[in-house]
Structures are given as structure tokens and as C-alpha cells.
């Protein structure tokens, strides 16, 4: 069964903590990886998208990384602006087509 | 500012009442989306389209509906056959269906019972 996992469910850091969230995946063929930052009572905000085993992505304090099983957002002294929930999306290959699967999700709260 | 707008932000919904969300976009994207989230799951997908009248279930159809009858539009209704309404709904768009290009979301709206 194709599965979507983040681990952890929930992450709390200090400020300039550094720290790392997993995405791991067990789908057929896949096609891409998407990162989101998603904050209370908002849509989801893109961050980054990787397509294959060795790719890496960054943007400020934020640097996703994948390989063939799992991806990674890392992230690098972290401020309380941080603070939000993290989605990533799957989008794989099935036998209707291509699927977005998303995982739950981990919520980062970074503190002073 | 190009994005997707999403109205109401909240909803409350009675008994045997239909109501509908709505989404707008001005991204000239073709394809849309409609997600449901619920606390400690993933988003699941309701429908989606990938043109002008023209429209797919997802995996959660079952006592929605929706039209598109516009390219810039794809309103969401929730009818009183969806018996577990209360949830966060969240509208995306992108280029082409299932495209390796990111889903673009609105800022939800949330539905809760009266």
C-alpha cells in the first residue's frame, strides 16, 4: 500500500536549535516530492519540490534533501517564526494515473 | 497578486442543509483540487478538475459535489448526504492534473455544524 509518514509528530526546539524532520514513503514510481509549510487556520504554503535520489533544495534557514526512501527538512538555527506545521506530498505513480499522497504532517513549535 | 481565494474563511452548516464553499483563482491554472483535512490525518482529496466542465471524484466523493463552469472558478458543495461535515476545506490549483509542478492552496474554510 503506498504510505505517506512524517516523523516526528510534533518537534519542539529552542531558538537556534538545529534540528531535522522525516518524510518517509513507500510508493511505486515516483515522480516528486513536495515540501509545505503550513501555519494555524492557513492553506498550505509550498517550500520546495525534489524529483530525484540526490536532489537538495534550499531557502534561508530551511534545506530539504532526498533519497530513495525518505526525505529531509532541515533545519538550521531556527528562529520562533518557524513555528508551524510541516507538510510533505508524495506524488507517485498508480494504476489510474499519477497520485498526490500527503502525510500528516509535523508540528514545529521553536521557542526563546 | 496572483493566487487562490477561498470564501467563506467559516460556515455552519444545519441540519439537512446544503451549503457551498467557494474557490476562486487567477493563476490561469487548468487544473483544480478540493482537499478535506481533519486533525491527525493527511489531506484527501475530494475532487478534482482538469478543465471546464469537466470533473473526477477523489477518494472522500461521497456526498459532495462540485461544477466548473468557469476556468477561474470550482465551487464545492456539501450536502446534507455528507454526514461528518465538520472539517477544515482547503482549494488548490496547479498547471496540468497530477502535474510534477507544486499544488498552489487557498486559505481554507472551515465547517463546522450548528
Known amino acids: 500500500e503506498d504510505q505517506v509518514t512524517q516523523s516526528p509528530e510534533a518537534l519542539r526546539l529552542q531558538e537556534g536549535e538545529s534540528s531535522s524532520l522525516n518524510c518517509s514513503y513507500t510508493?511505486?514510481?515516483?515522480?516528486?516530492l513536495f515540501w509545505y509549510r503550513q501555519d494555524p487556520g492557513k492553506g498550505p504554503e509550498f517550500l520546495f519540490t525534489?524529483?530525484?535520489a540526490g536532489e537538495e533544495k534550499e531557502k534561508e534557514r530551511l534545506k530539504a534533501t532526498l533519497t530513495k526512501k525518505e526525505s529531509f527538512l532541515h533545519i538550521t538555527a531556527p528562529k520562533p517564526e518557524d513555528s508551524a506545521t510541516y507538510l510533505c506530498a508524495v506524488l507517485h505513480l498508480t494504476g489510474g494515473g499519477n497520485k498526490l499522497t500527503f502525510g500528516t504532517g509535523t508540528q514545529l513549535k521553536v521557542e526563546l | 497578486d496572483g493566487g487562490i481565494t477561498q470564501s467563506p474563511k467559516y460556515l455552519f452548516r444545519k441540519e439537512g442543509q446544503n451549503v457551498t464553499l467557494s474557490c476562486e483563482q487567477n493563476?490561469?491554472?487548468?487544473?483544480m483540487y478540493w482537499y478535506r483535512q481533519d486533525p491527525g490525518q493527511g489531506l484527501r482529496l475530494i475532487y478534482y478538475s482538469q478543465i471546464v466542465n469537466d470533473f473526477q471524484k477523489g477518494d472522500i466523493a461521497e456526498g459532495y459535489s462540485v461544477s466548473r463552469e468557469k476556468k477561474e472558478s470550482f465551487p464545492l458543495t456539501v450536502t446534507s448526504a455528507q454526514k461528518n461535515p465538520t472539517a477544515f476545506y482547503l482549494c488548490a490549483s496547479s498547471m496540468a492534473i497530477a502535474s510534477s509542478q507544486p499544488q498552489h492552496f487557498g486559505d481554507g474554510t472551515r465547517l463546522s455544524i450548528l
Open positions: 493563476l490561469n491554472h487548468d487544473a
Open positions: 510508493v511505486s514510481g515516483l515522480r516528486g
Open positions: 525534489l524529483y530525484s
